[in-house]
């Protein structure tokens, strides 16, 4: 042997020798690798690990779904399971009755011996022959217990070993031989037909819940969302109907919600920052801010000053209302008074102040109307001679020249035009015209002379009255009445008031208390604003007083405790930049959330998509018809229909497996001696078989493959028995 191979590279003869006790089961299946190589590697997986053994196995063109797509791919009556099984367990099932080569992969109690028996029972269905090896008896027993269980068992022969019973094996083909079953094919068409339709009710419900839409968001996941979080607080989103977020911009709100949410909850936040939102920190910045606080201080303790000595001095008492009503109602009543400085506002005061104001504005119309019809006068009357002018008698001397005969009424009415002309400036009358006018204005000089505003203190000059002025002080005069008579003051003490603002109005002097106080007041006023204004600019927002009564004084405090915290304000400003991008991303409800304290550190995130959740999800109800048309009721009934026809598919399940196993083969005591049937009715009718089983399955190449459909043995015996003149369809 040395000489042999001395010139083979990489040979050599050794001198060992192994001795040990080798199993004659795993001999024959070494053996059956060694001299059928080429026939096993007619299969994919066996050719795979004799010649690629190192690179991932290509299962060529093997049609791929998702397990979501079964019920769309597959009718009910496409896949026969005689146990119930999910959907990763119905995709192994139809897998495996295309011939795809798979590994299925699961802990113990996971269902695989389920699963493999459903497996046998779709493949034997679909009309394939099986082949099921398991090394440990326990698992073949498992697998077959469950297809006897289920009526298979006459179908199925077992071969654990090569030490399998021979009498056991005939009873096995003898059941598999005399076995006879009818089933009505219409039965089982109808009931998975009634399946389907549950089926596909049910799931058009799953599709829309799962649904995913340009969010990334599915109604399922909102649905969740929402009812985890039913009693957790969460920002009201107001965003209009026609807005869509796609998945990108949410998760870049989501991560904005986090942020906020973690650097609010850092900060070292006080209510004195509330009064900034200045985004660009610099010390210049800064030290603007505090001096403008500082004179924001100044300006409202001054006003507070102000305020009170003005209502000491017109005897009005403070009262609980929010400061910024009772600065506007002070300043109105101040500015009012001020208002009377130039103009007598007397009127004011008067009794019935409504019917003064009626009766200006008949006096009004009387003297617009006066002037209207003068100018449609062709000649010029004095107010003094329309008055003397004796209107009825002109228009009786008018109306009877105008009925005489003529020549006559051309004299007559000369007559009237020549003394008519007698009352004119200047121009020339014209009766025809002139009467009717100057009746009129006759009669709008009556109401003017005899107004009920003559004995009031206004500055009526008849026709020459200034209207505008007198209009102006009606306007003043009630604003002054309006700011005297303010909600919230007992009527003895608005009667006080008045008293000292109408000796005020009445004396005029410059120095008098009142007047003093309404200045200082309106100055005090002006600076807080201008104060309020600069500090506004500098802080990046207005001031807005809270809705109190002692908002001012909490104003002081809060822009005292302002200059204490400095040291923040940078962080304040990033936050400020924090919430303004916020706030531009339409995140206010959660902003003020946070800000108040509404939402715990941490959560912001989880807030923001609750908040989502809510708004998204009745959006999407309303979208679709069939979560907005979803009844609780019809639906479970739908379910337990579905339960209900499922069980009956898989009861009938088998009867549809045994008509497609059918073998049509002659009867037991009709075949022939000499025959491949004759053969095993001699064996089965012995007291002792004669022939082995391999013999008895070499000996009936064409009747074994229809008695033994499905053969389940493990891996030692089946080079004995499975040759490769009979492959099955599925192993």
Known sequence: MRQAVRDVPGMEVIDETALSTFSFAKYLMWKDLVERTEVLRENRVVAHLIDTPDKPFDDGASRRFNETEIDQLFAPADVINLLPADSSQVAASIVAAEGQDFVLVGPPGTGKSQTIANMIANCLGSGKTVLFVAEKTAALDVVYRRLREHGLGAHCIELHSSKSDRRHF???????????????????????????????????????????????????????????????????????????????????????????????????????????????????????????????????????????????????????????????????????????????????????????????????????????????????????????????????????????????????????????????????????????????????????????????????????????????????????????????RNTEETAQTSRKVAAALRDRQAHDDVWLACERLLAAHRDFIDACQKFSRLAGRDIRLEKTSDALPELCARLDALADARRNLRDWSNWCRLRNKACAAELGPLIDLIQRGAIPAGKARSAFRLGYARWWLGLIIEESDVLRNFDRFLHEKAIRDFREFDDLVRKHAIGQIISRLSHDLPAVQSVPRKSELGLLRHQMELQRPSQSIRDMISKMPESFPKLAQCMLMSPFPSPSFCRPTRPFSMS
Do not use: C
């Open 170 to 488: 005939l009873t096995q083909l003898r059941a598999a031989w005399e076995y006879e079953s009818r089933v009505d094919p219409t039965e089982w068409l109808t009931i998975n037909e009634r399946l389907k339709l549950r089926r596909d009710q049910l799931n058009r419900y799953v599709a829309a819940l799962h649904k995913t839409y340009p969010n990334g968001w599915t109604p399922y996941l909102a649905f969740g969302t929402t009812l985890r979080g039913a009693n957790d607080a969460a920002p009201h989103f107001d965003w209009p109907k026609d807005r869509t977020h796609d998945k990108g911009a949410l998760i870049s709100m989501e991560e904005l919600a986090d942020n906020l949410g973690e650097y609010f909850a850092s900060l070292q936040h006080t209510p004195a920052m509330d009064l900034v939102d200045f985004e660009d920190h610099n010390m210049g910045w800064q030290d603007a801010l505090l001096s403008g606080a500082e004179s924001l201080r100044h300006g409202v303790e001054k006003l507070v000053g102000s305020m009170g000595a003005f209502r000491s001095t017109l005897g009005i008492s403070p009262t609980r209302q929010p400061a910024e009503d009772e600065i506007a109602s002070l300043t109105r009543l101040a500015s009012a008074i001020e208002a009377g400085r130039d103009q007598d506002l007397s009127i004011a005061f008067a009794e019935d102040f409504t019917r003064s104001e009626r009766d200006f504005l008949d006096f009004s119309a009387a003297v617009t109307a006066y002037r209207e019809a003068e100018q449609k006068l062709t000649a010029r009357f004095t107010v003094q001679a329309v008055e003397s002018i004796d209107m009825e008698a002109l228009d009786r001397q008018w109306q009877e020249a105008t009925a005489s005969l003529w020549p006559l009424s051309v004299f007559a009415r000369q007559k009237v035009t020549r003394l008519l002309q007698t009352y004119a400036e200047g121009g020339t009358v014209k009766p025809e015209n002139d009467l009717n006018l100057l009746r009129r204005m006759k009669s709008q000089a009556r109401l003017i002379t005899q107004t009920p505003l003559k004995n009031a203190s206004l500055p009526l000059k008849g026709l020459d009255t200034n209207l505008t002025e007198i209009a102006e002080i009606f306007e003043k005069a009630g604003h002054l009445r309006a700011a005297l008579n303010a909600q919230g």
